[in-house]
Structure formats: C-alpha cells, structure tokens
Nanobody, 121 residues
C-alpha cells in the first residue's frame, strides 16, 4: 500500500505562483511515474504533468511553459512549481503514483486526496 499526501494548495492571485508537494509513504518495492492531475468543477480529471522514475517530464498542453514538475527519489516526493497562474487553473489537484509492491508486480496507480488551488482574477 502507498499513501500519498499533498500539500501546498491555496488561494493566489492571477499571475502568482504556488508550489505543490506530494510525499509517498508505505510499503512498496519501487515507484515508477509520479504526477499531478486536476479536476475543475463540472470537468473531467486531466493530466497536468508527470515525471518518470529517471526524471523525464511530460506536460499537459495548457500548462507547458508555466509549470515545472520535479521529483526527489530519495524522499519519494514529487513537486509541481506553478507560475503565471490563471483563473482557469483553479481546480483540485491530485497526486498520482504508479508503484510496484514487489519487483515482479505490475505497477498500480495510487491517488492522493487532493489539494485545492484557487486562482482569483
């Protein structure tokens, strides 16, 4: 089992910045990709950014050039630096991790409870 705990959400004005953190804990063999998804009211959950175990990032089109994802494998933590925030970035942001219970296991997805980011205009 993997527990993901997010932090860093809050209220910010348009043009401002926030940094989200997500720490993984529990019992697992390894964590593969980690990432952030978001869900705004009335909309489907969408990929914000993900990062592979060797640090290769992938971004959703709407955040390219504004958000930066990184991870610290020693701390099993993923970060999302969000700059130039827009009101349309307002959403609940969920941390995701694909983890293996054993070396021979198929990776399984785990989710955090989410952290609310509100960007005022």
């Amino acid at each position: 089992q993997v527990q993901l705990v997010e932090s860093g959400g809050g209220l910010v004005q348009a043009g401002g910045s926030l940094r989200l953190s997500c720490a993984a804990s529990g019992s697992f063999f390894s964590i593969n990709a980690m990432g952030w998804y978001r869900q705004a009211p009335g909309k489907q959950r969408e990929l914000v950014a993900s990062v592979s175990s060797d640090g290769r990032p992938n971004y959703g089109d709407s955040v390219k050039g504004r958000f930066t994802i990184s991870r610290d494998n020693a701390k099993n933590t993923v970060y999302l630096q969000m700059n130039s925030l827009k009101p349309e970035d307002t959403a609940v942001y969920y941390c995701n991790a694909a983890a293996k219970a054993y070396s021979y296991s198929v990776p399984r997805d785990y989710w955090g409870k989410g952290t609310l980011v509100t960007v005022s205009s």
